[in-house]
């Protein structure tokens, strides 16, 4: 016999309008009451189907580490790919920033969302949490087992600029990089470290310069840069950074320093953002389409049934005069 809506008010003790806004992912229910009811009507056996609503309302949840678009605009370009897509659609987009210590529970239930896309960086805790609120969701620049992503293919990316480096016979390259809870981050070094194994190298740990947790990351690459130059034993000829704003203020550190760039040491990120392009000498880096990321976060969002739950796009090398001496 097949389950009613009937059923399912009856066996969750709530009306059928509730069962209803509870199925549809509507406001004006407790957390508790709509994880009650979707539990029931999973445990009968209902089908939801019918009841799905068009999405109407998205939330573009952004931590607030990521929020400084004028020093990492990476994500504003994200942002634009999801709004494009939404406009297209019919979709009102919604940007929220939040960090660790706030209710992003509470601050869900102000916007309304029919569905949310995670961008970036986020707590466990507040992943966690987005699950619960079992509304359409879709990660971008994140991933976690089991839910709708779209990445960029960051170890393809580290593994085309650590070749670009070894065929210009550079040899002690080092990393500069970010939080390693950054899944995007966590495949950057991933391939930077995976790269000396398949060139026949051996790997030097100190090498590695990670970013001070708590700084901002122009400050904290140029830090990182710092302590590459005044650390014992032969200087770095090359530099890979997990992005272009810690490649650029490398830059910067490397020519305050009176070094030559690329002659004396080679410097590659990774973005592509506007700066790259416009920076003393031009960085080369590994180029992205970051408008694509939110575009393809939406489309996969909206999928009935999607082939695959994650979606990897490929990137290409971009060679400046910060790694060749030969280009303009």
């Known amino acids: 016999m097949t389950t009613t809506i009937r059923d399912v008010a009856r066996e969750a003790s709530v009306s059928i309008g509730t069962v209803s806004r509870a199925l549809k992912n509507q406001p004006g229910l407790s957390d508790a009451t709509r994880v009650r009811v979707v539990e029931t009507a999973r445990r009968l056996g209902y089908d939801a189907a019918q009841l799905r609503p068009r999405i109407r309302r998205l939330t573009f949840l952004l931590h607030r580490q ?9 994500f504003s ?9 939404c406009r297209e659609r019919g979709i009102v987009p919604s940007l929220l920033t939040a960090g660790p210590t706030e209710d992003v529970a509470q601050q869900m ?10 961008a970036g960086f986020v707590e466990p805790e507040t992943l966690a949490t987005l699950v619960a609120m079992q509304r359409p969701l879709v990660l971008i620049d994140l991933w976690a087992h ?25 040899k002690r390259i080092a990393f500069i990089g970010g939080s390693l809870a950054h899944f995007s981050i966590a495949e950057r ?4 470290r995976r790269a000396f194994f ?5 790997f030097d740990p100190s090498l590695e310069a990670p970013i001070d947790a708590g700084l901002d990351p122009d400050t904290g690459a140029a830090l990182a840069m710092q302590r590459l130059l005044d650390a014992s034993g032969p200087r770095p000829d090359a530099v890979f950074a997990y992005n272009d704003a810690a490649a650029l203020a490398a830059l ?3 020519l305050a320093r009176g070094l030559r760039v690329p002659q004396d040491i080679a410097i590659i990120g990774f973005d592509d953002i506007p700066a790259a392009a416009h920076a003393t000498p031009p960085l080369s880096t590994i180029a992205v389409d970051k408008e694509a990321l939110g575009r393809r976060g939406v489309e996969l969002l909206l999928a009935d049934t999607p082939p695959e739950l994650e979606i990897r796009l490929p990137v290409h090398l971009i060679t ?3 790694t060749s001496v030969n280009k303009p």
């Open 66 to 74: 990521h929020n400084n678009f004028t020093t990492t605009p990476f």
């Open 77 to 85: 370009h994200v942002l634009h790919g999801v709004e494009d897509a």
């Open 109 to 118: 239930r102000v916007h309304a969302p029919d569905a949310i896309a995670v």
């Open 146 to 170: 089991g839910l709708r992503s779209v990445n960029l293919d960051n170890a393809a990316g580290a593994a085309l600029a650590m070749q670009h480096l070894f065929e210009l016979k550079r």
């Open 189 to 192: 070094a991933l391939g930077y």
């Open 198 to 202: 398949e060139a026949g190298l051996l």
């Open 252 to 254: 910067r550190v490397c």
């Open 320 to 322: 400046r005069a910060s």
